[in-house]
T-cell receptor, first 113, second 112 residues
Framework: TQLLEQSPQFLSIQEGENLTVYCNSS?????LQWYRQEPGEGPVLLVT?????EVKKLKRLTFQFGDARKDSSLHITAAQPGDTGLYLC?????????????FGRGTQLTVWP | SQTIHQWPATLVQPVGSPLSLECTVE??????LYWYRQAAGRGLQLLFY??????ISSEVPQNLSASRPQDRQFILSSKKLLLSDSGFYLC???????????FGSGTRLTVV
């Protein structure tokens, strides 16, 4: 059973377009993290959101944590080829002293010049 | 600064051969350590995690084992590899909370 569902699985767009990636769950998380992974490399942390309703901006990337802390979204404005990669969301289990994360299956984004 | 080293980067092993992948962390003490496997560039499957020396928890029954002989060393092993063990193996560390996981650069294992 996949705890975190990401959609879409694949996204192919032209440079300059906007896009949104979704991460949904029926479980409540104490925090949610977004990672980006390039081929042959490990994922790299982009952001952590911890408060229900929180919105964080990282240049052209906007991350939102749902009010109920069950879902999150990543919005990219004016996508560029350098944004290409696998975007993974990960939720930290509530009450975990271990910092255990549950990962979604990821959204493979391709931005064409 | 904290860094994580994982090696080798790629490995081709025959079925039935042993495996040893090593991961070391620098610049932090008593980290939580994790081994993940990723199939075909998709989601990460947690294999093992460790909160301290000699403490290993397994998430999925399988042909693999893990050990933590030192605080900042995490080893993934197998006595006899199967074809299904092929994949991209990632080591990670964390101290929990908002700082997330720091991943190594991964090992691409192909069992032939």
């Amino acid at each position: 059973t996949q705890l975190l569902e990401q959609s879409p699985q694949f996204l192919s767009i032209q440079e300059g377009e906007n896009l949104t990636v979704y991460c949904n769950s029926s479980s409540v998380f104490s925090s949610l993290q977004w990672y980006r992974q390039e081929p042959g490399e490990g994922p790299v942390l982009l952001v952590t959101v911890v408060t229900g309703g929180e919105v964080k901006k990282l240049k052209r990337l906007t991350f939102q944590f749902g009010d109920a802390r069950k879902d999150s979204s990543l919005h990219i404005t004016a996508a560029q080829p350098g944004d290409t990669g696998l975007y993974l969301c990960a939720g930290e289990e509530r009450g975990s002293t271990l910092g255990r994360l549950y990962f979604g299956r990821g959204t493979q984004l391709t931005v064409w010049p | 600064s904290q860094t994580i080293h994982q090696w080798p980067a790629t490995l081709v092993q025959p079925v039935g051969s042993p495996l040893s992948l090593e991961c070391t962390v620098e610049g932090t003490s008593n980290p939580n350590l994790y081994w993940y496997r990723q199939a075909a560039g998709r989601g990460l499957q947690l294999l093992f995690y460790s909160v301290g020396i000699g403490q290993i928890s397994s998430e999925v029954p399988q042909n693999l084992s893990a050990s933590r002989p030192q605080d900042r060393q995490f080893i993934l092993s197998s006595k006899k590899l199967l074809l299904s063990d092929s994949g991209f193996y990632l080591c990670a560390w964390s101290t929990g909370g908002v700082y997330g996981y720091t991943f190594g650069s991964g090992t691409r294992l192909t069992v032939v």
